[in-house]
């Protein structure tokens, strides 16, 4: 079992849509997530952090439930711009070890 | 400087060939990450330098993947004997303290190996 997991998609979305992406983490012990997005052929870029309480930017939501290890991403009234691969990532803290997903890809068409 | 930085930011070299790859981390960031990326795939870790603790290296795919980093400064990651599957971009980021930091990535180096 891989120790972040993600769907790959693609998602295929059209503008306007809620679209929720999940990822799954097996060490237990973790204690900080984030979401990176990374466009075509570009470095990835931090999103936004994931907090215990849960937090929002804008159209994005980003959650997290430790008893079950998964974290997710909200995007809400997509845009074009959105299109990118969204990559979840894990800390374990005591190595300042992170562990990327491999990506989940969406695709907002007009 | 203002974020982490890479060079060459392409390399074509032919089977057989050593490259080297550099990378220039965030001034004062302690920590030091390699990575590959094949076309379409995910992110694959190669080694992690945090300070002056001996690196961490499992994810060296082999003994022709070497890294090098000079205190908390500049990294070199070295190919010995390039292969065509060695194509990819090498990605190198770095991240300031231990805990809820997030890393900042370079624009990476494209290795093409003919």
């Known amino acids: 079992r891989k120790e972040v997991e993600q769907d790959p998609g693609p998602f295929n979305v059209p503008e306007g849509a809620t679209v929720a992406f999940n990822c799954t983490y097996s060490?237990?012990?973790?204690?900080?997530f984030f979401w990176y997005r990374q466009d075509c052929r570009k470095e990835p870029k931090l999103l936004m952090s994931?907090?215990?309480s849960g937090n929002e930017d804008g159209r994005f939501t980003a959650q997290l439930n430790r008893a079950s290890q998964y974290i997710s991403l909200l995007i809400r009234d997509s845009k074009l711009s959105d299109s990118a691969t969204y990559l979840c990532?894990?800390?374990?803290?005591?190595?300042?070890?992170?562990?990327f997903g491999g990506g989940t890809r969406l695709m907002v068409k007009p | 400087g203002a974020g982490v930085s890479q060079s060459p930011s392409n390399k074509v070299t032919e089977k057989g060939k050593d490259v080297e790859l550099r990378c220039d981390p965030i001034?004062?960031?302690?920590?030091l990450y390699w990575y590959r990326q094949r076309l379409g795939q995910g992110l694959e870790f190669l080694i992690y330098?945090?300070?002056?603790?001996?690196?961490?290296k499992s994810g060296l795919p082999s003994d022709r993947f070497s890294a090098e980093r000079t205190g908390e400064s500049v990294s070199t990651l070295t190919i010995q004997r390039t292969q065509q599957e060695d194509s990819a971009v090498y990605l190198c980021?770095?991240?300031?303290?231990?805990?809820?930091?997030?890393?900042?990535f370079g624009p990476g180096t494209r290795l093409l190996v003919l």
């Open positions: 990532v894990v800390n374990d803290n005591a190595g300042n070890m992170l562990t």
């Open positions: 060490n237990s012990a973790s204690q900080s």
């Open positions: 994931v907090y215990s």
């Open positions: 001034s004062g960031h302690t920590a």
């Open positions: 330098f945090q300070g002056n603790s001996a690196p961490d």
């Open positions: 980021a770095s991240i300031g303290l231990a805990g809820y930091e997030t890393q900042y």
